[in-house]
């Protein structure tokens, strides 16, 4: 799984000089999609087909603070999976550096458009698969 | 016609420590609607009804930062408008002061839900006599 | 203690016809400085002093989305405080609903300019106390 | 020049399915300080030794929306510059396409770190003439 890197953009940051922590809860979105299109797995295309992946919950632990200037990479682990929900684990890097700077989970359900919970399993068997690869990866 | 007020969030200010220039576009926005509000078109309703008011253009100048701590007031007036395109026009001040900090303008259209322009004189007469009834307001 | 509340703007939603879940964190810290402020705690005022109070880490839990044309109230309590650290829970409601709608948390340290670590206790004696009175609020 | 490239972000889109206009002033932004690194100006050096941009005025007219899915390709070029203000024009595509979805425009002055104007040929010559090379590029 190749990481997500981007650099920090300028209105990224706040007063304090550095990257405001609402910031990476997006920088989780972006990675989600990202790490999940490397399967294979395009969120455009699974909306489109009346799949939604909301999130339930989210959670970030910010060690050392971006700056402008700086680029991230962020892996992603999907660590937890039963076709209904899924949780997701980030590690948050500066780019090139082994030190984490922040860590991120996500938790998420699969729903149709109507917002009612689906199970993967019953509905969409090869696309419940495919997830399932993800385990532990 | 009531100014829009708000305060400033810290998230909004960047490594200048002013706020970002971005956010004037958002404040524009919530003043709009707002405004429209305040004439009794809630743009909420209207978008349930399959009118969508997208825009086609949008300027800010900038005179005076912002920053934390500050508290804005926005005034908007309608100066064009057909029925089928308008122009609103924005003088934004620190709340409770004379001088302009910034002003902006918008440009939109009316369109259906296939983002297909709609004229409200034909299709809404209800809502083209509103729309006029803000000119020069 | 006064909820704090506003609605959702309608920048504030995505293509699901939701809010962003990331907005939530930036709700967050409207309600904080609102929740300070209510205390007669400016954290513009700290900051000016050289008192920061960066983020450590924050946690949303999502139960049921807002939509443009909502208007939310968060209530916010200190729930743990030494005067180096200090944990806030929030409570996120449709204005003038009892269900809550979302969760969050968030945990902070105060620094300096430098963003070194503080005792607000050592350096800071009457805030220290001002803070201790939020507790069990 | 190299356009400025990169896809629309889920959270840029709101609930009328398209990009949330205030983004593309941050696309701008992206692409102007790209811009300028691709010319071996470093905005984040130039605000190290002092130097500030602050943004005078945008702008944006808006023909085809961008939705998530869709990369956009953004080419910059100045077009009016003194070594105390400068005017940059942007126009948008979307990725491998030749037509123009937006057209922007953002004007500049340059400050010390006092928001005080500075003329660049009189303070910094060599950045003067660096940035006179970029005109008509």
């Known amino acids: 799984m190749k990481p997500y890197c981007r ?21 989780l979105e972006e990675t989600r999609l990202d790490f999940l299109r490397q399967e294979g797995l395009s969120y455009h295309a699974m909306e489109e087909t009346g799949i939604l992946i909301p999130v339930l919950g989210v959670s970030v632990s910010y060690k050392i603070p971006f700056r402008y200037g700086d680029s991230f990479a962020v892996t992603a682990s999907l660590y937890e999976y039963n ?55």
Not at 9 to 26: A, F, K, L, P
Request: hydrophobic share 30%; net charge positive; aromatic share 14%.
């Open 7 to 27: 650099e920090v953009y300028y209105y990224e940051t706040d007063q304090m000089g550095i990257v405001h922590h609402s910031n990476y809860v997006r920088w």
């Open 83 to 137: 076709g209904i929900r899924m949780k997701i684990a980030y590690d948050i890097r500066k780019e090139g550096e082994e030190e984490i700077y922040a860590r991120g989970q996500s938790e998420h359900c699969f729903c149709g458009r109507d917002m009612k919970p689906i199970s993967l399993k019953r509905s969409f068997p090869e696309l419940y698969e495919k997830f399932r690869g993800l385990l532990a990866k």
